[in-house]
């Protein structure tokens, strides 16, 4: 038998920061190893982004295959000053487990890896279980899950279901299963102008006066107002810049960054149509440059046995059912959902990327049951 929460606290001992390794690919390759499960470390590569280490672990050969998808790098811990124990201590404090990615996922992966070893201590399992754990989630994602499931594709390897273990639940484990997410799209308006002295503003043409108008026509009116399983897409500007340090000039250059999350209303595509459409307008001719990057679409997977395996499971152990819903913000799901259902479920998040994140013991040990529990409902 595997210890969840021996595991959570080695995990977080490994200081596993985007892209680092930092030896908890190591240190699941060998558990799973003494499990039986055949693993395959798959570093990916792309110009202007850092390589990253993964790992594809599946155990049996036949359907159907229920993966368990997660990520074993955190994001920095920040001033470690301000921790009240070293953040890569794993250090167990108030009945609760301290340290970076806790949380956020460490705790989930070590949950369904006892989970898978208290099922196969009951017998052998008609079908595969596997996990697709990637490094590169926090960072940019282009040189994780996305490309792991290609080489599956290529391998001819397919997924029938999955549970991504990000932390869904807002307060109380067992509230919320995500059957869905927004879509997010990143974006940099630069508006180009002609510097000069404030005090003769005839003689320039502000940037910044432009930026501020084309702002306002994205953010004036809602993009929508929510559809049938999703909260109504949100604007957030997320920084202005002019670059001038002087209080009397001019800027002749001004740029601002927001984010999107968008519901199944809109897609990428047709959303930029729309964002540009407005800052034409606003623009009244003026040239400027539009830069969009997305992270993912929008995407929802309808309540149906997946859904139902996990919210059984989740009643069985805690003896209440948790809500399905979509709100909050991307995982690695967008990219699994093209490829087989998937649903998230997993530790409480209130702590995720913050000083001091931890997890309830108690936590660790009734999830490592709920997930024991889909586990033998899907085999059953």
């Not at 705790?107 to 490094?135: E, F, H, N």
């Amino acid at each position: 038998m595997i210890d969840p929460v021996s595991l959570t606290q080695q995990l977080i001992r490994c200081p596993s920061v985007t892209p680092e390794e930092g030896g908890a690919l190591d240190l699941l390759q060998g558990v799973l190893e003494g499990l039986g499960f055949t693993c395959h470390r798959l570093r990916f590569t792309d110009a202007g982004t850092p390589d990253v280490d993964n790992l594809y672990a599946r155990l049996g050969d036949g359907a159907p295959n229920l993966c368990f998808a997660g990520h074993t790098d955190v994001v920095p811990p920040g001033p470690v000053e301000q921790w009240n124990s070293d953040p890569f201590s794993g250090e167990i404090r108030d009945g609760e487990v301290h340290g970076r990615g806790a949380a956020d996922m460490k705790g989930a992966i070590a949950c369904w890896i006892a989970a898978v070893a208290r099922r196969l201590a009951k017998g052998p399992i008609d079908g595969s279980i596997s996990l697709l754990i990637t490094g590169d989630e926090e960072g940019p994602a282009v040189n994780g899950t996305v490309k792991m499931l290609h080489w599956l594709t290529e391998r001819d390897e397919t997924l029938d279901a999955c549970i991504t273990g990000e932390p869904t639940n807002p307060e109380t484990l067992g509230e919320m299963i995500k059957i869905g997410r927004r879509g997010s799209l990143n974006a940099m308006l630069t508006v180009e102008g002609t510097q000069g002295h404030v005090a003769y503003p005839h003689l320039a043409d502000n940037a910044a006066h432009r930026l501020v108008a084309m702002m306002d026509a994205l953010i004036a009116e809602p993009l929508d107002e929510g559809s049938e399983h999703f909260q109504p897409s949100v604007l957030q500007v997320t920084g202005i810049e002019s670059g001038m340090e002087a209080t009397n000039i001019i800027p002749g250059s001004a740029r601002a960054a927001f984010n999107l999350r968008f519901n199944d209303l809109h897609t990428s595509d047709t959303l930029t149509a729309t964002l540009r459409q407005k800052l034409d307008k606003a623009a009244a001719g003026a040239p400027y440059a539009l830069d969009i990057k997305v992270s993912g679409e929008s995407f929802y997977t309808p309540p149906g046995p997946l859904s139902d395996l996990m919210g059984d499971a989740v009643e069985k152990v805690l003896g209440t059912r948790p809500e399905l819903s979509t709100t909050g913000g991307t995982s690695d799901s967008r990219f699994i959902k093209d490829h087989c259902p998937v649903l998230d479920f997993g530790l409480v998040g209130q702590t995720m990327h913050k000083i001091d994140e931890r997890v309830a013991v108690a936590d660790i040990e009734n999830l490592t049951a709920i997930y024991e529990a889909a586990i033998d409902n899907f085999f059953a």
